[in-house]
């Protein structure tokens, strides 16, 4: 069968564990790696695994011969959106790992099935891969008016980028729980942990859900979610069964679910305590998976 | 000749002290963030009439605190902070806000509520997340001062090397919060110089006191001997765990070491007395639960989160305290505690399927 081609630009710590992941799929083949410097060791580990590369930016790219059929953005917002409509143009779908923001925001499990043809998707951010499939989950079931999130991740998996806007992140995730998970309202918290040796990423989610509903259909969708996303993130778990909690005056005389989820990551080549790199950088070749499996097939 | 009687003999004036009151914000942790506007109203007015400079109005976590995680406040923030403005007639209104969970669209709406000094809060060694919120804040006008959140787990060196990242940032003056209630005297006082070794003139330092282990007042003085301009206190102790240094406190020992603080010693007294102590459910106390978080380290605000989550999986509240200190959690993990509830829950029931014999 035919791969479709894919480039990643950006030969940073996420778009070399992305290449690691893409090079493991029997539906993309990461033909390139750019970058801006010559000096970059993301490039020259990319060189190592035999892929060509270039430090001559998406310039070098668009002027090759041949063209990608997918490209992943694992660079700056900034940068993206310079990018992003020269690749529409070139006819490359982008799959954007930055806090960019311009096509719509795609969670594998929940809603790819729409946007697999979109020519630009934004992956969103790691709290907000790990846990708004599980927001999705409860509001298949019930109406959620509120649901509230929070990430805590290690120190060491936290990047200048996010630490320099970590608003950012706040903003763009609770946006997603709207947009995505389907919640009335949403909101996200994110914690830093330095504590040695470093604690692997966990996340919990809030679901404010009727006062009477059916928990049993509640959890079972929760644990048929959480088995979804295990396909692409094996170390996304459970670590109880969701709580119940009895409605309260103080939560508008609704009811609330808890699931408190942990992510340990592939350690393909970041480190498996950093979850929520794993988790974006899977979602994300999940998402090059399934668009590829989408045009091989459409040309089948 | 000069006599005896013509040399006059001047006390040298000593610096003074600044107190922030925070018992409107870090006491509403112990009031499980329920306080009503006219509860606000009537604290600020005293607190205003007894000459504290600087007044926190918040959520026990900050702006934006209101939270399945942290609990739903019963007055929104911007409210009460436009009320405590409104009534304030001298002092200023001060906002806290916690990066990750606060934002600068929090800060901005405070400002326009008539807030005026923005306290910037991270985890000791995370300072470098708070940059964004100082540069909004010094652009909007506002005082700033940074929080190092439970300052006992990072060295004096790696507190000063985290305070310059937030003076750099546009801090004014940088407090070393000991959040846990851990620190005993000498950890207080090397950490107070550490950062003012390190920031010299380029801001001020201040320190955050509880009670957990007693130390709250005595860690202040210490801190101010070694240079500290800043501390914070609450009217009766009012704040998590076992509470922080009390403001009637603190105004009553500074006054008896001869240092300024502007707070009338017997209004503070007053205010605590007749107007903090009848709407307090619960004062804080040193209890079993809070002195564990001060011997291990725990964040203090944790204390009524374990104390209903053990109520809710039945287990002791004390146990899941401990637990949180050995796994290193910081301020805003409280979610953290259920999962711990959860799990010693599940180790007593397979502790007692072993009793009973079942493999």
């Not at chain 1, 846990?131 to 008016?145: G, N, Y």
């Not at chain 1, 649901?147 to 991740?153: D, H, K, L, N, P």
Request: with cysteine.
């Amino acid at each position: 069968m035919t791969k479709a081609t894919a480039a990643i630009v950006g030969p940073g710590n996420i778009g070399t564990d992305l290449l690691a992941k893409l090079q493991a799929s029997e539906n993309v083949e990461v033909r390139w790696m750019i970058g801006v410097d010559p000096e970059s060791d993301g490039l020259a580990r990319a060189r190592a695994r035999g892929v060509e590369t270039s430090h001559e930016g998406v310039d070098w790219l668009l002027a090759q011969d041949e063209l990608p059929d997918l490209v992943f953005e694992a660079t700056s917002a900034y940068a993206h959106r310079a990018n992003a409509p020269r690749f529409e143009e070139a006819g490359i779908q982008a799959i954007d790992l930055t806090p960019a923001a311009i096509g719509p925001f795609v969670c594998p499990p929940v809603n790819l099935d729409v946007n697999v043809s979109a020519m630009n998707v934004n992956m969103i951010t790691c709290g907000g891969q790990a846990t708004i499939p599980i927001v999705s989950a409860v509001s298949s079931i019930v109406p959620v008016e509120y649901a509230e999130i929070v990430a805590s991740i290690s120190s060491r998996s936290a990047g200048p980028g996010t630490r320099a806007n970590i608003d950012e992140f706040t903003e763009t995730t609770s946006r997603a729980i709207e947009v995505v998970g389907k919640a009335t309202r949403g909101k996200a918290i994110i914690i830093l942990n330095p504590v040695e040796p470093p604690m692997i990423m966990r996340d919990t989610v809030f679901c404010s859900i009727p006062a009477d509903c059916d928990h049993d259909a509640i959890a079972a969708s929760i644990h048929d979610m959480v088995a979804r996303v295990q396909e692409y993130v094996p170390g996304y778990t459970l670590r109880a069964d969701p709580q119940f909690d009895d409605p309260r005056e103080i939560w508008n005389g609704h009811a609330r679910v808890a699931v408190f989820l942990e992510v340990l990551g592939a350690g393909d080549y970041l480190p498996t305590y950093a979850g929520n790199l794993d988790i974006i950088t899977a979602a994300a070749a999940r998402v090059g998976d399934l668009m590829a499996l989408a045009k091989t097939g459409a040309t089948a | 000749m000069t006599t005896v009687s013509d040399i006059v003999v001047e006390e040298p004036t000593k610096d003074s002290i600044r107190i922030t009151d925070s018992t409107l914000r870090d006491g509403s942790h112990a009031m499980a963030h329920r306080f009503s506007e006219e509860q606000v109203r009537s604290i600020v007015h005293a607190l205003d009439m007894s000459g504290v400079e600087v007044i926190e109005v918040t959520h026990g976590d900050g702006l934006g605190g209101s939270s399945f995680n942290y609990g739903f406040s019963l007055v929104d923030d911007i409210k009460l902070v436009a009320a405590a403005v409104d009534e304030a007639k001298r002092a200023r209104i001060a906002v806290l806000m916690l990066p990750g969970l606060g934002t600068v669209r929090d800060l901005k709406q405070a400002h326009a509520a008539g807030a005026s000094v923005a306290r910037i809060a991270t985890h000791c060694t995370e300072a470098d997340v708070s940059r964004q919120h100082f540069k909004a804040a010094r652009e909007l006008g506002m005082e700033t001062v940074g929080f190092l959140m439970l300052s006992h787990r990072a060295t004096p060196s790696k507190l000063a090397e985290q305070a310059r990242i937030m003076v750099d940032a546009g801090a004014e003056c940088v407090y070393v919060v000991d959040s846990a209630g851990a620190m005993i005297l000498g950890d207080a006082q090397e950490r107070v110089q550490s950062v003012i070794n390190e920031i010299g003139r380029d801001a001020q330092v201040g320190f955050h006191g509880h009670q957990n282990l007693s130390m709250g007042v005595a860690n202040s003085v210490l801190a101010y001997q070694a240079g500290a301009r800043q501390v914070d206190g609450a009217l009766l102790a009012l704040g998590a765990g076992a509470g922080n240094s009390p403001t009637e406190v603190l105004a009553a020992t500074f006054e008896k070491l001869g240092v300024p603080t502007g707070v009338d010693v017997q209004a503070a007294l007053a205010a605590a007395e007749e107007i903090v102590r009848p709407m307090v459910p619960r004062i804080p106390r040193m209890d079993r639960s809070s002195i564990v978080q001060g011997y291990a380290g725990v964040y203090s605000s944790f204390l009524l989160h374990a104390e209903r989550a053990g109520e809710r999986y039945g287990v002791p509240a004390h146990e899941i305290l401990q637990r949180v200190g050995a796994a290193g959690y910081v301020g805003g993990q409280e979610d953290m505690i259920i999962d711990i509830a959860l799990q010693i829950a599940q180790e007593r029931d397979m502790g007692d399927l072993a009793a009973a014999g079942v493999r």
